[in-house]
């Protein structure tokens, strides 16, 4: 099971950008999907964005579609999540995730497709 580091959260103005990183540790990252959901206080989890194994194909919320940009580098066992844009509504404590399968082709953007977790990063976007 991999392990996850998020980075990169903290305070902005809105209409400004953020980028988050999240290290993993363990010789699974490149076989696995990775996704990012944030949670906002008193409200659930939600899905943010997912990348497949291969970094092709890549799939995100209807809220942040066309601002926020997932990616990765396999070979830094590292993904990224570029927030352009940012809005009020965007302040959340962001958590990077690691999928239960391996080399799926298919997104599943639950939570429960998600076996390893980060502890979080926090965003902070003031209006």
């Known amino acids: 099971q991999v392990q996850l580091v998020e980075s990169g959260g903290g305070l902005v103005q809105a209409g400004g950008s953020l980028r988050l990183s999240c290290a993993a540790s363990?010789?699974?990252?490149?076989?696995?999907?990775m996704a990012w959901f944030r949670q906002a206080p008193g409200k659930e989890r939600e899905f943010v964005a997912e990348?497949?194994?291969?970094?092709?194909?890549?799939y995100y919320a209807d809220s942040v579609k066309g601002r926020f940009t997932i990616s990765r580098d396999n070979a830094k066992n590292t993904v990224y999540l570029q927030m352009n844009s940012l809005k009020p509504e965007d302040t959340a404590l962001y958590y990077c995730a690691a999928s239960r399968s391996y080399y799926s082709g298919i997104p599943s953007m639950a939570y429960g497709a998600f076996g390893s977790w980060g502890q979080g990063t926090q965003v902070t976007v003031s209006s």
């Open positions: 363990g010789p699974t990252f490149s076989k696995q999907g």
């Open positions: 990348i497949l194994w291969s970094g092709v194909h890549t």
